[in-house]
């Protein structure tokens, strides 16, 4: 099956891919439909994200990445009006000018937001199971 996943700087050498901080992980959203992913890259964008790119990959290749990666996969069923968390972390793990070696001490860095937020997307992703 094809899912759409959020990615900044698509097909460059700095990738990233857009994650939501669950407890101490990151979570890859990955949308069954493209309009879905479309409309939450522009809320993230009003949020002052850089803009991301929708791009189709099979759910499996996700959720391999995923897995290497130690991050977990959550499938967004069609129809589902996701809102990005109110608040973001005060640092990304993905900076678009960052060197190999900056990009892995900000995975070390990374801030977790707030107790309240992360109950906020914990329910709404247990919602959609």
């Given at each position: 099956m094809q899912v759409f996943v959020l990615i900044f700087n698509a097909r460059t050498e700095n990738e990233g891919i857009h994650t939501l901080r669950v407890g101490d992980r990151n979570a890859v959203l990955m949308f069954e439909e493209e309009d879905d992913a479309l409309r939450f890259a522009g809320l993230l964008e009003a949020q002052d994200f850089p803009e991301a790119s929708v791009e189709a990959f099979e759910q499996t290749e996700i959720e391999e990445f995923c897995e290497g990666a130690g991050y977990e996969a959550k499938l967004i069923p069609t129809g589902t009006l996701l809102m990005p968390p109110e608040q973001n972390v005060d640092q990304t793990d993905w900076?678009?000018?960052a060197t190999p070696e900056q990009r892995a001490e900000?995975?070390?860095?990374?801030?977790d937001i707030s107790d309240a937020e992360l109950d906020r997307i914990r329910q709404q992703l247990e919602k959609l199971l």
């Open positions: 900076n678009p000018n900000a995975e070390q860095k990374a801030k």
